[in-house]
């Protein structure tokens, strides 16, 4: 049978890890591994770095924050970490945590250790070979949407989260914010932030509804069961989760999601294989959510334009480390024009109503 799993590969230039360091710390928590000490690179993040760390028999996964980074924030790996010591046991899907280590003497950065979720992750396009019908990814589409809600309707404060956000507020707060962050690494002018801007401050929901949100929900961050790729056996990259308006998490799938009928600016940025034939379309996964949450989804058009501005500015900031020399990925070199492709998306939407 083929392996259609997510493998590491070699690590990048420039960020290697210090073996030499990391060694003893990792042989202290697990003193009975005798084997070498063997590190590669999940290859396709852009923002904290993931590692496969084999230590003799036993395998994890390392997350530290980007080489060169000033976002301190947004690479929290202190938060990261206790929010998914508590929230594995309500959640199966989020990773379950081994270890946290906050001594920058190790590696230059705190990290966290969890244990590795195998299974297939869908990219851009689906590995060479996995079929994936149109029954498989409508159904594969609609438990992208069934456990986002699920996520939704956890018990927050039940499970010792009650106090990771500030839901009064939320929203406001939020477009304030990435304005800002969009300015502090701005490196072109570009006119569409201006309007964006002056539309969400006037288009801006009054609601204070409050859930546990995983703000930047997409496939390639959710791992599927190899025997049935409809089935959802892991959700990654916690950094940005929060207690939040959960329009907000939907809209940031929405922003992420590319129909078939889109023009071909969007279609070349696409993340995941959901143009193809059998997904549901953006206004069907609005819809489906509404019926499997109950919840009113009339102002999503908002959250549509604030999703596509926010990963806007998240592609700034991490281009603006590639502009200062901070990293050597080249991948980063054309993000620009990301930037471009997603700002005139927002701006259609604005001034179409059309998701």
């Not at 299974?119 to 396009?125: A, F, V």
């Not at 404060?157 to 304030?176: C, F, S, T």
């Not at 953006?282 to 009113?296: F, N």
Request: aromatic share 10%.
């Amino acid at each position: 049978m083929a392996d259609f799993r997510d493998h590491p590969s070699a690590v990048r230039a420039g960020e290697e890890l210090d073996l030499a360091r990391l060694d003893p710390f990792l042989r202290s928590h697990f003193p009975g591994e005798t084997g070498p000490l063997v590190v590669e690179q999940y290859p396709s993040g852009h923002s904290n770095l993931t590692y496969s760390v084999h230590l003799g028999d036993r395998e994890l996964v390392l997350r530290r924050p980007p080489f060169g980074s000033a976002v301190k924030s947004a690479h929290d790996m202190g938060r990261e970490y206790r929010v998914l010591s508590k929230l594995h046991a309500a959640y199966p899907p989020a990773p379950r945590v081994l270890f946290y280590c906050d001594d920058v003497t190790v590696l230059g950065a705190p990290f966290y250790g969890m244990e590795p979720i195998p299974g297939i992750i869908l990219r851009r396009e689906p590995p060479a070979g996995l079929e994936l019908s149109p029954e498989t990814a409508r159904r594969l589409s609609q438990s992208f949407v069934e456990n986002l809600a699920r996520l939704h309707s956890l018990d927050y404060a039940a499970i010792g989260l009650g106090e990771l956000g500030k839901p009064q507020g939320y929203l406001e707060r939020q477009v304030r914010g990435w304005t800002e962050r969009y300015h502090g690494s701005k490196t072109h002018g570009l006119p569409e932030v201006g309007a964006i801007c002056a539309w969400m401050k006037e288009k801006m929901p009054s609601r204070c509804e409050a859930s546990l949100i995983h703000n930047d929900y997409k496939y390639d961050n959710v791992v599927l069961d190899p025997n049935d790729i409809t089935r959802i056996v892991g959700v990654l990259d916690w950094e940005m989760c929060t207690i939040g308006d959960p329009l907000t998490d939907l809209g940031t799938a929405l922003a992420y999601w590319i129909d078939a009928e889109d023009p071909d600016d969007l279609q070349r940025i696409r993340w995941g294989p959901t143009a193809c034939p059998g997904s549901l379309t953006r206004a069907e996964i609005v819809e489906h959510y509404a019926r499997t949450t109950g919840r009113e989804v009339t102002d999503i058009g908002f959250y549509l334009v604030f999703a596509r501005f926010k990963i806007a500015v998240i592609v700034q900031q991490i281009y603006y480390r590639y502009q200062q020399g901070l990293t050597k990925d080249e991948r980063f070199a054309s993000m620009p024009a990301l930037i471009k492709v997603l700002l005139r998306a927002g701006l259609r939407a604005t001034e179409t109503g059309v998701l």
